[in-house]
């Protein structure tokens, strides 16, 4: 296949074009940088607002998989949350635009969305069909609403594109857990074996999440599956109390004990971590209904086991994903 992933070098997007590369996929890795860090991949600039040369490789292309915005992992400021809606809501209109002018348009059209569109909520888990959107939940922060508020626009963008050739999937993509450098494993495994991995707030807040693997797999199996489209979420099928998720992740690696924080003490664990409260506090309770109705098969279902699998791989210099 030739795959087209437009924002392709941050951190999800190494893991997927490595993997595809290295199966011989053609993957061409729309960039505002001058070259990436995969020899078998090609970059080709854009700016991820308006039309250029680039639109050419959608042209004949199997598969866009548009990742392209701006990382939530950073402090909420107005400018912060103003960047990442125009990297989101510019980069899909832009690409679905290549698509509606391509003479041979891609199959389909993988767009990445997130779960965060889903409420706060502890009582139940949210699947594609029955799930609660979120932006006004009572007793959460206001500002959490213009998160929800930006994948709204996000997805809304993907369906107004006028692609009837092109089938379209918007990926809800939870905490996606995978060893690679700058991601969020990375990141609590460094707390947790800093004896900072205890449970935030009370800890009854829910953490979804998918194993690197299971996502790789889960963007294959879309890929083939033409009766699916729309709305689908990339989530294992066991989200989990966040203070069980830290438990967990404590056993996994070998650290007997990890300090409590407060909320307020959250707050400052953020701000000097220059992201947002929001990723440690909102309960994200969130389950892969489509997917597992079309057949998929989760080889990490359980946060337990991939912990172990995730720990163990990172502390070996050489990595894989299957």
């Given at each position: 296949?030739?795959?087209?992933?437009?924002?392709?070098?941050?951190?999800?997007?190494r893991?997927?074009?490595?993997?595809?590369?290295?199966?011989?996929?053609?993957?061409?890795?729309?960039?505002?940088?001058?070259?990436?860090?995969?020899?078998?991949?090609?970059y080709?600039?854009?700016?991820g607002?308006?039309?250029?040369?680039?639109?050419?490789?959608?042209?004949?292309?199997?598969?866009?998989?548009?990742?392209?915005?701006?990382?939530?992992?950073?402090?909420?400021?107005?400018?912060?949350?103003?960047?990442?809606?125009?990297s989101?809501?510019?980069?899909?209109?832009?690409?679905?635009?290549?698509?509606?002018?391509a003479?041979?348009?891609?199959?389909?059209?993988?767009?990445?969305?997130?779960?965060?569109?889903?409420?706060?909520?502890?009582?139940?888990?949210?699947?594609?069909?029955?799930?609660?959107?979120?932006?006004?939940?009572?007793?959460?922060?206001?500002?959490?609403a213009?998160?929800?508020?930006?994948?709204?626009?996000?997805?809304?963008?993907?369906?107004?594109?006028?692609?009837?050739?092109?089938?379209?999937?918007?990926?809800?993509?939870?905490?996606?857990?995978?060893?690679?450098?700058?991601?969020?494993?990375?990141?609590?495994?460094?707390?947790?074996r800093?004896?900072?991995?205890?449970?935030?707030?009370?800890?009854?807040?829910?953490?979804?999440?998918?194993?690197?693997?299971?996502?790789?797999?889960?963007?294959?199996?879309?890929?083939?599956?033409?009766?699916?489209?729309?709305?689908?979420?990339?989530?294992?099928?066991?989200?989990?109390?966040?203070?069980?998720?830290?438990?967990?992740?404590?056993?996994?690696?070998?650290?007997?004990?990890?300090?409590?924080?407060?909320?307020?003490?959250?707050?400052?664990?953020?701000?000097?971590?220059?992201?947002?409260?929001?990723?440690?506090?909102?309960?994200?309770?969130?389950?892969?209904g489509?997917?597992?109705?079309?057949?998929f098969?989760?080889?990490?279902?359980?946060?337990?086991?991939?912990?172990?699998?995730?720990?163990?791989?990172?502390?070996?210099?050489l990595?894989?994903?299957?």
């Open positions: 296949m030739k795959v087209v992933i437009p924002g392709g070098t941050g951190h999800l997007g893991v997927l074009s490595r993997v595809l590369a290295a199966r011989g996929d053609e993957v061409v890795v729309l960039t505002r940088r001058e070259a990436g860090p995969e020899p078998s991949v090609r080709v600039r854009w700016d607002r308006s039309a250029g040369p680039w639109t050419g490789e959608i042209d004949g292309c199997d598969v866009v998989l548009n990742l392209a915005g701006r990382s939530v992992n950073c402090r909420y400021t107005k400018e912060n949350l103003r960047e990442m809606w125009n989101r809501i510019d980069s899909a209109r832009v690409v679905g635009g290549a698509i509606e002018r003479a041979r348009p891609p199959g389909v059209w993988l767009q990445m969305s997130t779960a965060t569109i889903y409420a706060h909520r502890h009582d139940a888990p949210n699947d594609e069909t029955t799930g609660i959107l979120g932006g006004d939940e009572p007793g959460v922060p206001p500002y959490w213009y998160s929800v508020d930006i994948a709204r626009a996000w997805e809304r963008e993907q369906e107004r594109a006028d692609t009837p050739r092109t089938r379209k999937v918007a990926l809800r993509t939870a905490m996606v857990m995978s060893p690679e450098p700058g991601g969020a494993f990375e990141m609590l495994l460094r707390l947790t800093l004896g900072l991995g205890g449970p935030v707030a009370g800890g009854a807040q829910y953490m979804s999440w998918i194993h690197e693997d299971d996502l790789v797999r889960a963007i294959d199996f879309l890929v083939t599956r033409d009766e699916v489209s729309g709305p689908v979420n990339l989530a294992a099928p066991e989200p989990l109390p966040y203070r069980e998720f830290l438990r967990a992740l404590r056993a996994a690696a070998g650290v007997p004990f990890g300090l409590p924080a407060t909320r307020w003490m959250a707050g400052i664990g953020a701000f000097v971590l220059r992201s947002d409260p929001e990723l440690l506090l909102k309960s994200r309770r969130v389950v892969p489509r997917l597992l109705e079309a057949g098969a989760f080889e990490y279902p359980a946060w337990s086991a991939a912990a172990e699998d995730l720990v163990r791989r990172s502390r070996s210099p990595r894989t994903v299957s």
